[in-house]
DNA sequence: CCAGACGTTGTT
DNA sequence: GTCTGG
DNA sequence: CCAGACGTTGTT
DNA sequence: GTCTGG
């Protein structure tokens, strides 16, 4: 699962080819579920960068509450499952982000050790997403409620000793193809694949545990550990 | 037919 | 909204 | 993902 | 233990 990340260096974001920028979008080191987070899509024609709360609210949902479970999707099943299939035919979308942290469960220890990712020359990326709007049914003129989760797949090399999962990560020249809501289902879920680029993890302090906690520290290399770092996949 | 669920992760 | 279970 | 709460009644 | 909130 990814269930936290960051923009350490959001003025970057607007350099990866999406044609959207997010002006005076602070740094984050520690984005939870619940939380405002950019979010690229293509809707009525037009790409567009807006705002979106983590954690998917499918538009029959009843309680929006049902978003805090609802952060991350497998990408395995992402295309049939009654929560995300209606989002994967046609609200595809980018959670643009420069490191994620994952948990490392160690053997024998009741601890888990968090890990931030990134790419190994540590610019942005996009995670591919889904997105819905919801409205309440007792007050269907409400502004509706933007809100997003991610697509989760197997890890790649880079992820494998650390977690059994990670997010999906788009190459550049497949932004175009992901966000079209006329792409096909078939084609669009042939990009959710292991990220094959090279990346780097290095172990970060438990201070990224608590929510609540956000700044640079977060995500600050623990000198005591080995970092990995892969070149290729 | 209507009622109720609709999810992931990790842990057991 | 749509599927499964009763 | 992890942290933190986990309850009702009546009254302000 | 399990659910909600960030």
Known sequence: ??????????????????????????????????????????????????????GLVPFWADDPAIGNRLANARGETVATKPSFRGAFKSRRGIMPADLFYEWQVLAGQKVKQPWCIRMADDRPFAMAALWERWVPKTQPDADPLLTCCLITTDPNSTMVPLHDRMPVIL?????????????PPALAQRLIRPFDGPMRAYPVSTVVNTPRNEGETCAAPLTSFPSTRADTD
């Open 171 to 183: 190459h550049e020249e497949d932004y175009a193809e992901w966000l079209d809501p006329a792409t």
């Open 1 to 54: 699962m990814c269930g936290r990340y960051g923009f350490g260096n959001p003025a970057r974001l607007g350099t990866l080819p999406l044609g959207v920028t997010f002006p005076g979008l602070p740094a984050r080191f520690n984005v939870a579920p619940s939380q405002a987070v950019p979010l690229v899509l293509h809707d009525r024609g037009e790409r567009q960068g807006l705002m979106a709360r983590w």
